[in-house]
């Protein structure tokens, strides 16, 4: 059994910077992929980034590259997005998933463990 519990959301104005963090429970955060995913009111939950188990290949969706950084600290068992330059359209429930494999996926039923996600807000 895993557990992941989200932190670091909140109320930033448009061009401000957060970084969300993800607290891994259990001794296999190492050997798999882990993502972030968002979820915005109405809308279908979406990809964000992710990063497979040792950090050497990450995918960002096109609408954060450059803005959003993905990172991940196997000896603390937490998984990381630096966020900057916010906009918006950023506003979401942002949730960290568990892949099922070394390999990372843009794909949500590639991942088996999500958190209860952190919300964040970015005001114009």
């Known amino acids: 059994q895993v557990q992941l519990v989200e932190s670091g959301g909140g109320l930033v104005p448009a061009g401000g910077s957060l970084r969300l963090s993800c607290a891994a429970s259990?001794?296999?955060?190492?050997?798999?992929?882990m993502g972030w995913f968002r979820q915005a009111p109405g809308k279908e939950r979406e990809f964000v980034a992710a990063?497979?188990?040792?950090?050497?290949?990450?995918r960002y969706t096109d609408s954060v590259k450059g803005r959003f950084t993905i990172s991940r600290d196997n000896a603390k068992n937490t998984l990381y997005l630096q966020m900057n330059s916010l906009e918006p359209e950023d506003t979401a429930l942002y949730y960290c998933?568990?892949?099922?494999?070394?390999?990372?996926?843009?794909?949500?039923?590639?991942?088996?463990?999500w958190g209860q996600g952190t919300q964040v807000t970015v005001s114009s």
């Open positions: 998933a568990k892949g099922h494999s070394r390999n990372w996926s843009i794909r949500t039923n590639e991942y088996d463990y």
């Open positions: 990063i497979n188990w040792s950090g050497s290949s990450i």
């Open positions: 259990g001794r296999t955060f190492s050997s798999y992929a």
